[in-house]
């Protein structure tokens, strides 16, 4: 099958650009991502983002999550609760205001300028853990505010996402559909916390007595697995639920062995696909065609995100260095952002042309991420 190929061809990208990317001082990650451009249908077409490339894919970033979650000191993650907090309304806020205002002013109409705005809010934090766990500077205070603002970021993304759907189909939000999602956002952290953890630290537990390889990794993949599903079912990204299954089973004395085994299959193929697939995903010939507004409207969303997050960030006592290396960690878009240009284009309220510049917005702040966060830990 072709698919072999190509997933030979993206592992040994991966691998030669990101060790290229090191020469030069630049992030692993950065050259797998131009490597995945380089490879793609923007110029060699050799690899096409198939449906078993996705998959493998979205099995990376979950992974990678699931590994943040591991690596995340959880006194360190609860100390951050209200910066990560205030990084994400302001992170979510910013963006989406000057998003709307920009748009207005290009002439565009209020339905169309109120999902331009929306597209800015939700940050792709699977990159910035990357870069970060790379850099080793995920365990740090800026490191964990980042996913924990992510995590925050996530369930604002979708109230917006749901309060513009309706606004545009009905005209008008109605508030319990609202709290009935807020409800299942609470219901699902306090559940996954309070009943997970015992049930969890009792399952690996009673795995380690079954005498076959690598019994213990495997239920740690299948936890990971189940809350990443739950977390789908509860109008939550997959990976939020990875992240949180990973903090549950950090805490756990099998959590060091775990992490190993976990490393080592992510990294071997998984998250290597996952970096090369948003460079091959990227068809950066929509540059060549965005307008002034596109160019426009990206700058918003690096700028927004770093005057948001890092506004919130000074707010929570940060200093400025510090809030910056926030709001440069929350600067990339890719899931949800396109997920919302895909319903707006759905719903009328986008033509192809208007979807190509949250398209092209995308692929700037992801390529534009990995030499700004290097930048931002430089000097320490």
């Not at 709307?100 to 209020?110: E, P």
């Not at 996954?192 to 630290?201: A, E, Q, R, Y």
């Not at 400025?320 to 290396?325: C, D, G, M, S, T």
């Not at 895909?342 to 092209?360: H, K, M, R, Y």
Request: aromatic share 10%; proline share 3%.
């Amino acid at each position: 099958m072709e698919v072999f190929l190509e997933l030979a061809l993206i592992l040994i990208v991966a691998k030669v650009f990101g060790y290229l990317a090191t020469r030069i001082r630049m992030p692993a990650a950065l050259g797998q991502l131009v490597g995945g451009i380089i490879i793609g249908p923007s110029i060699l077409h050799f690899v096409s983002y198939s449906e078993d490339v996705h998959l493998i894919s979205e099995l990376g970033i979950i992974l990678l999550l699931f590994l943040a979650g591991l690596e995340t000191n959880i006194e360190e993650f609860r100390r951050v609760g209200v910066p990560a907090f205030l990084v994400a309304v302001g992170g979510v806020a910013v963006p989406f205001f000057l998003g709307y205002v920009s748009a207005l002013l290009f002439g565009y109409s209020k339905v169309q300028a109120l999902f331009l705005g929306g597209v800015l809010t939700a940050t792709s934090v699977g990159l910035t853990a990357s870069i970060l766990m790379e850099m080793k500077k995920l365990k740090g205070k800026e490191g964990t505010t980042i996913l924990a603002a992510a995590v925050v970021d996530d369930v604002l993304g979708i109230v917006i996402l749901t309060i513009l759907v309706a606004l545009n189909t009905e005209g008008h939000v109605y508030i319990k559909d609202l709290v009935i999602l807020l409800g299942e956002v609470v219901f699902f952290f306090t559940v996954g916390i309070l009943l997970g953890t015992p049930v969890i630290k009792e399952t690996l537990k009673l795995s380690s007595k079954i005498e076959l390889p690598e019994t213990v990794t495997a239920f740690a993949l299948s936890i990971m697995l189940i809350f990443a599903y739950i977390a789908e079912k509860f109008q939550i990204a997959g990976i939020t639920g990875a992240y949180l299954a990973g903090l549950i089973i950090a805490q756990t004395d099998e959590a060091r062995r775990i992490t190993t085994k976990i490393m080592t299959i992510a990294y071997s193929l998984f998250v290597p696909v996952f970096l090369v697939s948003i460079g091959i995903k990227s068809d950066v010939r929509v540059l060549l065609h965005a307008g002034t507004f596109a160019l426009l409207y990206s700058f918003i969303g690096i700028f927004g995100k770093i005057v948001g997050c890092g506004a919130g960030a000074l707010l929570a006592k940060f200093k400025p260095k510090e809030a910056l290396r926030v709001g440069v960690g929350m600067i990339p878009r890719m899931e949800v952002a396109l997920i919302i240009a895909n319903v707006a284009l759905t719903e009328g309220v986008f033509d192809q042309g208007i979807f190509s510049i949250p398209v092209a917005m995308v692929i700037i702040t992801t390529i534009i991420t990995p030499p700004l966060l290097k930048w931002a830990f430089t000097g320490e």
